[in-house]
């Protein structure tokens, strides 16, 4: 009931009936923690790079590949069936495409995703098949995310890997979203038309909370995993310099230790970097 407690001190009581103000009101501390990761910070500031991109790609896929299997088949749900939008919003082609683009056409075998992402999927996975009216706080807090920020970090990630064309950036784009800002407004409007009792209310707005955590448990993951990766990489520049100072005479040494760098850098599963 900690999260509960939390809620209701945001407001929730004071923001009226409407299942969508009220979420809003319930997720404000986890939503500015949200933002406040490391990697946010970084990628607000224009400083994402192709590593912390590529695999918040892969993250991405695992998640929505959950939802949106979840919400396809829950379509029919009373509760889900409002905010079933795949043509508008679904991103799971988005994301195979940009996926391929980075990684190649066996892009699905290179994946790489922390145990934050799986439990975050796992979630997502129970509550179709138990709860699935509490989809909806899932598709609220990804969906009007993506919609929100789609366009300007679209610009941002562009700018900060300095790419050229917007191939690799998908995932942005909403071509069936004509205006992100009236689509909102419909979402809401039909989250808001959700047959609730109390109890089911008092679920969704802990299962939004849920869902801002394990956000920030992804964020957080994939940050953990970026810093191994550099310092193996730091590590392994080090070792074949001296290896290099320490037998400059001996090619076959130099390629040995240099073997065995590469087989450790493998070794930690971020070789498709």
């Known amino acids: 009931m900690e999260t509960m407690k939390s809620a209701r001190k945001n407001g929730t009581e004071d923001v009226g009936s409407d299942l969508s103000e009220q979420i809003k009101a319930a997720t404000k501390d986890n939503h500015v923690r949200a933002e406040n990761t490391t990697m946010m910070l970084d990628y607000q500031k224009g400083k994402i790079t192709l590593p912390q991109y590529k695999l918040l790609l892969c993250s991405l896929y695992e998640i929505y590949r959950a939802l949106e299997e979840e919400l396809d088949r829950n379509a029919s749900h009373p509760a889900v069936a409002p905010i079933y939008f795949p043509q508008e919003l679904a991103r799971l082609q988005t994301l195979e495409r940009d996926l391929e683009h980075f990684f190649g056409s066996e892009w699905r075998q290179r994946v790489i995703v922390p145990a934050a992402t799986v439990r975050y999927q796992e979630r997502i996975r129970r509550i179709g098949a138990e709860s699935p009216y509490l989809l909806v706080a899932h598709a609220y807090t990804r969906y009007l995310g993506d919609l929100s920020g789609g366009q300007v970090l679209g610009k941002i990630t562009q700018k900060s890997l300095g790419l050229s064309s917007k191939d690799g950036l998908s995932f942005f784009s909403f071509p069936g979203v004509s205006s992100p800002h009236r689509f ?16 089911g209310r008092e679920e ?54 240099g073997v065995c760098v590469a087989v450790t850098t493998v070794g930690l599963g971020f070789y498709a970097l």
Do not use: C, H
Request: proline share 3%; net charge negative; hydrophobic share 40%.
């Open 184 to 199: 909102k407004q419909l979402f809401r409007s039909r989250m808001n038309s959700i047959d609730l009792t109390e109890e």
């Open 204 to 257: 969704m707005l802990r299962e939004a909370n849920t869902s801002f955590l394990l956000n920030i448990q992804v964020f957080d993951d994939l940050q953990k995993m970026l810093s191994v990766t550099t310092e193996a990489e730091d590590q392994s520049e080090g070792d074949a310099v001296k290896s290099k100072n320490m037998f400059p005479s001996l090619p076959s040494m130099q390629f040995t230790v």
